[in-house]
């Protein structure tokens, strides 16, 4: 069974600081990555994808990929409290279209 | 920004009855998904529709459940007789002419069967 692992949290982190979410994934085959962040009651939204190993930089986000050691991380830089919500780390192999979801980080932003 | 619309946005259904989820995927798209998120659980993979036929299904994806797109713009979810444990958000995707490209999700529609 390919599995998605987050730690479901609550990360707490104050305004201004650097949240730190981390994803592992069970299938060696996975070569896209995504993060997606769900408030509640919503639909996911895509935040950032990667699919080479490293560090993909956009405005305040940040995705590093470690395929060696099976790896993704989301780093959110100067926090704000609208960044309080649930972020989805999923995974999808180059050869299929099913996309898998981890079960998500609640992240909480205090003001 | 081109989005993906999805109506109703909360069908209340009884149960066995038959149920037809609809989405308008972004134009330009030709990967077509739907998913499910059961209350407080993860977002599951139900199937992938690209080039008017099914490309993957999941194991959720039975018997019960079909897809279609009927015409150039329109992706349905046909749930044929509907049990309480169907009860949950559908949320429909597309994705751009890659496959690997991101898929971009509609704002679902909440089933509640009773």
């Known amino acids: 069974q390919k599995e998605v692992e987050q730690n479901s949290g609550p990360l707490s982190v104050p305004e201004g600081a650097i949240a730190s979410l981390n994803c592992t994934y069970s299938?060696?085959?996975?070569?896209?990555f995504f993060w997606y962040r769900q408030y509640s009651g919503k639909s996911p939204e895509l935040i950032m994808f990667?699919?080479?190993?490293g560090d993909k930089e956009d405005g305040r986000f940040t995705a590093q990929l470690n395929k060696a050691s099976q790896y993704v991380s989301l780093l959110i830089r100067d926090s704000q409290p609208s960044d309080s919500a649930t972020y989805l780390c999923?995974?999808?192999?180059?050869?299929?279209?099913?996309?898998?979801f981890g079960a998500g980080t609640r992240l909480f932003v205090k003001a | 920004e081109p989005e993906v619309t999805q109506t109703p946005s909360h069908q209340v259904t009884q149960m066995g009855q038959e149920v037809i989820l609809r989405c308008v995927p972004i134009?330009?798209?030709?990967?077509f998904y739907w998913y499910r998120q059961i209350l407080g659980q993860k977002v599951e993979f139900l199937v992938s529709?690209?080039?008017?036929?099914?490309?993957?299904k999941s194991e959720i994806f039975d018997d019960q459940f079909s897809v279609e797109r009927p015409d150039g713009s329109n992706f349905t979810l046909k749930i044929r007789s509907t049990k309480l444990e169907d009860s949950a958000m559908y949320f429909c995707?597309?994705?751009?002419?890659?496959?690997?490209?991101?898929?971009?999700f509609g704002d679902g529609t909440r089933l509640s069967i009773l």
């Open positions: 299938d060696r085959g996975s070569q896209s």
């Open positions: 995707a597309s994705g751009d002419r890659v496959r690997n490209q991101p898929q971009h």
């Open positions: 134009s330009n798209h030709l990967y």
């Open positions: 529709f690209y080039n008017n036929e099914i490309s993957e």
């Open positions: 990667i699919y080479s190993n």
């Open positions: 999923a995974c999808r192999n180059t050869g299929g279209f099913k996309t898998i």
